[in-house]
């Protein structure tokens, strides 16, 4: 049975793409219409459309296929969504990877290539900062687009952007939906997730409240040996949102929303193969949390003519990265990082979307960001090894106390116009023209500046005071950035059942400016001086594709191919001595592939549904310059499979006269791919120690469901074979647990109420 799920998923691999999701609108002016041909309506191009008139390849869920597959983060969208795949070290450590576009799968320091919305926050961000997880009950949608997306949206994206859209409040209905989700993996690692929605009409058709809350204890299935706690990366996850949508005309809503999200990895899910399966080792827990506080106004007003909203909103994420980093000098003194962390964000997007009849249709933009983050530097060693060697000098054990903070800023106005020559051909032209600037800063005081800590503990030495010498104020220089991105595309239906198109787009990311610019190795000053940062790099992609719809539905399928040049990549190198990070920029890569996405009703109640995706990334573009300081080569293969997808079957039988059942089976391939360039970092003809590559893995998933009016339940199996392939690989040495695998074995039932 796994050979021929593997063979299949290989051959054609498939999502479902949900032939019978309701239509809905975007966030803000949510409404479910009846359509008796039960088409797919997105709204990624702002207003109303098919997804087949759609000219980019997209990808949708809704809330019925998110809760019948078990979707409730990242990891299940990436697998369901062909040409991406996400690097998830451990929970509230998320990048995804868009049509190979990425040189490692940590991105430290960079800005993710994908962008990610929260309706319209931007909360994608640098590589080795966390991400929280949201939760995905009681959504929408949740839409993958794929290839740079900056014209319609504030935050450019350099390959992508994934947005999850939250329900808004029904104006007419009280409602209630609740979801449980009890499982078992392995034999004493016990997971539960709890998910309620309230939905209140205060002022029939004029005012309502929707409040969703949501929480999540999942015990962990790894023994970390450094601290001796069996299955330490227990996850509690809570939260919830409060939504008020006011109608008071017809022309007029408002809607208010406010968030919070608590997530609390206990430990990292990074192992280490050679210690056994699931183990780990770290001299204490290693901790990626994030508490998210999201506040949104949204202002929607119907013109005559157009749509215009208006969203505001404002940001405050709190995150811990506390990391044992022992293993960059082989254990022989105790050496972690706790690093806090603390985002405050400000949004504001403005955009008019036109509504009349005719051949011209428009959608026009402004966008500004304001995002100041600090970051509190603390390298620790531990109470034990300065009482044994008597080392004094410190008030505790952190010998270096380092504070320092950024702020950024982007401005840009944005637009799409369409002209439709008839309604079998169309020709759209975008532009989005952004300016950008951020810099860094690190404030006086601490203490650390030139320690003697290496030296002793390389040196052995006993009975020293450390130097304690606190750090000087530092202006870093402010990058700047300020270019168009571009659209141009054109659309051709032969017939109502084919969409065909070709897309030129542009994209690029924001410059990067690094934490530590202008400081010197404490372990070799010799070594190279950090720089300043990276400039934006500089994407073009060129993309044809067809969408066709035939049998009244029974057949769907979606195609596209594309080729990609990047160029002056951003990417993250290392210094040789101390393995401190820092961005930089080198030459330019090709990426080129094709997708598959189809779905068959080859029967009543038989469901069938394929992707699939090949690409082909690489490095062709490095000055021998550039090769030194990043590792890479000629040649090299970016960050990404060669092949990938997905299939999903599931047939629905009735057991009496009102009770539906539905089984299913999910299989998901991903195939290997590079987790760094292969070589040294300052060292080129060293070969990276760290250097690796994931595992091929296939990931089955089966379910038997039942449904009786607002009650349902199912059973389900997930990783059905226990497969315990590496699917990520970190890069850097510092890291005793570096592989990330999939979560072993799950059997479980969910219950709903509602859904």
Not at 26 to 46: F, K, L, N
Not at 313 to 340: C, E, H, I, M, R
Not at 460 to 475: D, H, M, S
Request: net charge negative; with cysteine.
């Amino acid at each position: 049975m796994r050979a021929i799920l593997l063979a299949s998923a290989c051959v054609v691999a498939l999502q479902t793409v949900p032939a019978f999701a309701q239509p809905q609108d975007e966030a803000g002016a949510s409404r479910q219409t009846e359509r008796s041909d039960s088409e797919i309506i997105v709204t990624a191009t702002r207003r109303e459309e098919r997804i087949e008139d759609v000219p980019l390849s997209i990808s949708a869920f809704s809330q019925e296929e998110l809760t019948e597959k078990g979707i409730v983060g990242f990891e299940g969208i990436a697998r369901e969504t062909p040409g991406v795949v996400l690097n998830r070290p451990t929970q509230n450590f998320n990048n995804f990877t868009s049509r190979g576009i990425a040189t490692n799968g940590y991105n430290a320091n960079l800005q993710s290539s994908v962008a990610v919305y929260i309706d319209e926050l931007p909360v994608s961000t640098i590589g080795n900062t966390t991400v929280v997880d949201p939760n995905l009950f009681d959504v929408e949608r949740v839409e993958f687009l794929r290839g740079p997306q900056g014209t319609l949206f504030g935050s450019g994206s350099l390959s992508g952007a994934m947005r999850i859209l939250t329900k808004s409040p029904d104006l007419n209905d009280f409602d209630v939906s609740a979801l449980a989700d009890l499982g078992l993996t392995g034999s004493d690692s016990f997971r539960q997730r709890y998910n309620l929605m309230v939905n209140v009409p205060v002022v029939t058709d004029k005012l309502a409240v929707r409040a969703v809350g949501f929480y999540r204890n999942e015990e962990g299935y790894l023994d970390n040996i450094g601290t001796g706690v069996h299955n330490s990366n227990t996850l509690v996850d809570w939260g919830g949102r409060v939504i008020v949508l006011w109608k008071p005309t017809d022309r007029l809503s408002i809607r208010l929303l406010g968030s919070y999200e608590d997530s609390n990895p206990k430990d990292s899910s990074l192992t280490s193969p050679a210690l056994g399966r699931e183990k780990r080792r770290s001299d204490r827990p290693d901790q990626f949390t994030g508490k998210q506080t999201v506040a949104n106004a949204t202002i929607e007003y119907e013109f005559d003519f157009a749509k215009f909203t208006s969203s505001t909103t404002y940001s405050d994420f709190d995150q811990k990265f506390y990391v044992d980093l022992g293993n960059t000098f082989g254990f022989l003194f105790p050496f972690a990082l706790d690093a806090d962390g603390f985002d405050k964000v400000f949004v504001e997007e403005a955009r008019l979307v036109s509504s009349l009849e005719g051949p011209f249709q428009f959608t026009v933009g402004g966008f500004y960001l304001h995002r100041r983050r600090d970051v509190d530097f603390k390298y620790r060693s531990t109470p034990e090894f300065l009482q044994a060697r008597n080392i004094t000098g410190l008030t505790d054990e952190y010998y270096i106390k380092q504070n320092t903070y950024s702020i950024a800023n982007e401005l840009a106005a944005f637009g799409e116009l369409t002209y439709r020559f008839s309604d079998r051909f169309w020709l759209t032209g975008g532009m989005r023209y952004g300016k950008l600037d951020a810099q860094g800063f690190t404030e006086a005081g601490g203490l650390g500046s030139g320690t003697n800590y290496y030296t002793v503990g390389f040196l052995g030495l006993r009975n020293v005071a450390l130097t304690t010498v606190p750090f000087a104020a530092v202006t870093g220089v402010k990058a700047r950035a300020s270019k168009p991105s571009w659209k141009v595309s054109a659309t051709f239906k032969p017939s109502g059942s084919l969409t065909t198109y070709a897309t030129f787009s542009t994209g690029f990311r924001s410059p990067i400016v690094n934490a530590f610019a202008g400081r010197a190795s404490l372990t070799n000053p010799a070594d190279i001086i950090i720089p300043n940062g990276a400039s934006s790099d500089d994407l073009k992609s060129y993309e044809i594709g067809a969408k066709a719809r035939w049998l009244d539905g029974r057949v769907t399928m979606n195609v596209a191919a594309y080729y990609i040049d990047w160029s002056n990549i951003q990417a993250q190198a290392n210094r040789v001595s101390d393995s401190v990070q820092f961005a930089t920029n080198i030459g330019g890569a090709t990426s080129k592939g094709f997708e598959v996405e189809m779905g068959v009703i080859p029967a009543k109640d038989v469901f069938i549904g394929l992707n699939a995706a090949y690409n082909d990334a690489k490095i062709t573009r490095l000055s021998p310059t550039e090769a030194a300081i990043s590792g890479a080569v000629l040649g090299h293969r970016l960050s990404a499979p060669r092949l990938q997808g997905a299939i999903y079957m599931t047939y629905g039988f009735d057991i009496g006269d009102s009770t539906r059942g539905t089984m299913a089976v999910n299989a998901q391939y991903v195939g290997s791919y590079n987790s760094s360039f292969p070589n040294t970092p300052g060292n080129p003809n060293l070969r990276l120690p760290t250097y690796g590559e994931t595992d091929e893995y296939v990931n089955v998933n089966a379910s038997l469901g039942l449904k009786h009016g607002s009650l349902s339940a199912q059973v389900y199996v997930e990783n059905l074979f226990d497969d315990h392939s590496v699917v990520y690989v970190h890069p850097e040495a510092f890291l005793a647990s570096r592989s990330g695998t999939l979560r072993p074995r799950t059997v479980g039932i969910r219950l709903g109420y509602g859904l």
